[in-house]
């Protein structure tokens, strides 16, 4: 009991750090300030499925060119990401008749799909204490 009280005591007045990250992710080519959608997936998730995602993120940024996202509430792990500029506000990637989007995206790793979806291998990062922050550049 002692020794949980002088714990909590000890992280009360930052004495001992937290083991919690920040992840960090830095979008670059935002070309308005239209919703940002981000899905986060693991390995097991249909990666890049809508829906079959770990968790989701959804951003509004407040100007364009580059910017900084920060999220404290991301377990550490290996991901594969993709994101979205939700442009006309649908809540949906709108995509053109051979399926290739119409609203700015990318993925984690900066993979450029050519004929189709990228693979999770691909794209995987792995977010710890020694790797907290990330780049993807968005395709219009």
Do not use: W
């Amino acid at each position: 009991m002692k020794s949980i009280l002088l714990l909590t005591t000890l992280l009360f007045f930052g004495l001992i750090e937290s083991h919690a990250q920040t992840f960090n992710l830095k979008v670059s080519n935002v070309k308005s300030t239209a919703i940002l959608r981000m899905a986060f997936y693991k390995k097991e998730n249909k990666f890049p499925d809508e829906g079959k995602f770990a968790f989701a993120k959804e951003i509004k940024p407040t100007k364009t060119g580059d910017i900084t996202l920060s999220f404290t509430d991301i377990p550490a792990g290996e991901y594969a990401l993709a994101i979205y500029q939700d442009t006309n506000g649908n809540k949906k990637l709108d995509t053109n008749m051979v399926g290739y989007p119409k609203e700015p995206f990318g993925f984690s790793q900066n993979i450029k799909p050519r004929f189709s979806a990228p693979a999770y291998e691909e794209c995987k990062l792995t977010f710890n204490a020694n790797n907290t922050t990330f780049s993807i550049k968005l395709i219009d």
